[in-house]
C-alpha cells in the first residue's frame, strides 16, 4: 500500500458548547489550524504517483473560500471540535479524492484529531 499526505492550513475562531463556563474553550478563541489529507493506493499511476499533489487544489479552494479567517460557529452545523472537523472535512472531500482514507485536524502544534474511514 502506498500513502501519501499534504498539510493545509487556516485561521479560525470558535467557541465550544457543552463545556463548563470557566473552560477556556467554551469563550470566544481561535487557532491556526493544520489540515492534512491521506491517501493511499495499492497501485500507482502511470506517473508513479498515488495522486498528483497538485490535483488536492480543491482541498486548498475549499479551505480558503469557506473556512479560512471565519467564526466555524457560523459555518458548521455541529460543535466546531477538532475531531468532528476533521469527519466533516473528509465527507466533503472523499467524493473528490476516491484516495482519502484519513483527514488529521491539528489547533496547536502538540494536538491532533484524526478521522480514518474504516478499511474498505
Known sequence: MYKISKQFSFSASHILEGLPQEHPCSRLHGHNYVVTVHLRAK???????????????????YIDQRLDH?????????????????????????????????????????????????SE
Do not use: M, Q, W
Open 43 to 61: 497501485d500507482l499511476n502511470n506517473v508513479g504517483f498515488v495522486k498528483d499533489y497538485r490535483e488536492l487544489s480543491v482541498v486548498k479552494e
Open 70 to 118: 471565519r467564526h466555524l460557529n457560523d459555518i458548521v452545523p455541529f460543535n466546531p471540535t477538532a475531531e468532528l472537523l476533521a469527519k466533516y472535512l473528509y465527507d466533503v472531500f472523499k467524493k473528490y479524492i476516491p484516495e482519502l482514507y484519513a483527514v488529521e485536524v491539528s489547533e496547536t502544534p502538540k494536538t491532533t484529531a484524526i478521522y480514518e474511514a474504516d
